[in-house]
């Protein structure tokens, strides 16, 4: 199930800083990506999603920058905050069918 | 937004016996609903596609008679872990899809004793 590959695992950031995760997929017929934040214990949460039809949305202050021609998009959390520490998974399906594939998480923390 | 219930969040079993968990969509009908297997530190794994009215479709490696799925209504997907052992125990995770995205259930834990 190993399409989607995501970096890096885990990541330390300072607060103020910028979180920087990348995934790239293989399927060419995936045409939705979204991410995903993840706390112990609790079920994923949508966190912003694109499709391949734009190359940046922004909801915030996260970003996701897509590169079709590449197949990779990533994740970008400005001014991160301790309250950002979590799992993320970026992850894609087919709006056919929303058949989810993640990665393999990124485990983010958040120094104060 | 759209809201998928799991039931139960977390379930403590014995090996041997058998558990089902319960997902429902709340707000919209779902013909389609994705269970995922969750063990810890590691990523959501696909484990069934559940149709309303069909049988659900099972990734490679997924053994379906011991993961049975049932979608018996358009709001309703249950899977039941039969004749659990030890190493079953995971977190359990539903997703339900609407017509813009898929929404996942908040998870059960199941525990497997």
Redesign the interface.
Known sequence: ?QQVKQSPQSLIVQKGGISIINCAYENTAFD?F?W?QQFP??????LI?IRPDVSEKKEGRFTISFNKSAKQFSLHIMDSQPGDSATY?CAA?T?G?????????T?LFVKA | ?AVVS?HPSRVICKSGTSVKIECRSLDFQAT?M?W?RQFP??????MA?SNEGSKATY?QGVEKDKFLINHASLTLSTLTVTSAHPEDSS?Y?C?A?GN????????T?LTVV
């Open positions: 199930q939705y979204p995903y214990g609790k079920g994923p949460a949508l999603a998974f399906s709006t069918g929303f058949k989810t594939i993640f990665g393999a998480g485990r | 937004g799991q389609t994705f995922y530190k590691q990523s959501l794994m696909l596609t990734e977190f995770i997703s899809t813009t995205e898929a929404f996942f259930g908040q998870g834990r």
